[in-house]
């Protein structure tokens, strides 16, 4: 059982990376300029990092593959996303508390990774074959 739930949860969250990536790379336009709007340095260049580390991130958590350090790398690229898309100090009331759930999902995103990194990726991985 605990390695059908490692695998639901590997495969849960990777998906929503995965998903963000696709959409990314659906509208990398509209990637940029919101790069842009965020005041990133280099923002066609963010927007295709961002694009390329969501869609790998999510299909190496799907499958279990290098995992920890998949994991290693997404906190740093969630906390960097966080204290750039997320200041909901910064956000008039109306949109302040759409932020503040945004900032929570992520640190609760970084919570998985840290569970990750410490207890694997499971039995059902790659890395673990």
Same mark, same amino acid.
């Given at each position: 059982?605990?390695?059908?739930?490692?695998?639901?949860?590997?495969?849960?969250?990777?998906?929503?990376?995965?998903?963000?990536?696709?959409?990314? *790379?659906?509208?990398?336009?509209?990637?940029?300029?919101?790069?842009?709007?965020?005041?990133?340095? *280099?923002?066609?260049?963010?927007?295709?990092?961002?694009?390329?580390?969501?869609?790998?991130?999510?299909?190496?958590?799907?499958?279990?593959?290098?995992?920890?350090?998949? *994991?290693?790398?997404?906190?740093?690229?969630?906390?960097?996303?966080?204290?750039?898309?997320?200041?909901?100090?910064?956000?008039?009331? *109306?949109?302040?508390?759409?932020?503040?759930?945004?900032?929570?999902?992520?640190?609760?995103?970084?919570?998985?990774?840290?569970?990750?990194?410490?207890?694997?990726?499971?039995?059902?991985?790659?890395?673990?074959?």
């Amino acid at each position: 059982m605990t390695k059908n739930v490692l695998l639901i949860g590997r495969v849960l969250i990777g998906i929503l990376f995965l998903v963000a990536g696709i959409m990314k *790379a659906m509208n990398i336009a509209g990637t940029t300029g919101y790069m842009t709007k965020l005041g990133f340095p *280099a923002p066609e260049l963010m927007a295709y990092l961002s694009t390329i580390i969501e869609l790998a991130a999510g299909v190496m958590l799907i499958i279990g593959w290098q995992t920890r350090g998949v *994991a290693w790398l997404l906190v740093v690229y969630v906390a960097i996303a966080t204290g750039m898309a997320h200041r909901f100090w910064e956000y008039d009331p *109306a949109q302040r508390v759409n932020q503040i759930n945004h900032f929570l999902k992520n640190l609760a995103l970084i919570g998985a990774m840290l569970y990750i990194i410490v207890g694997g990726p499971g039995s059902a991985s790659i890395d673990k074959r």
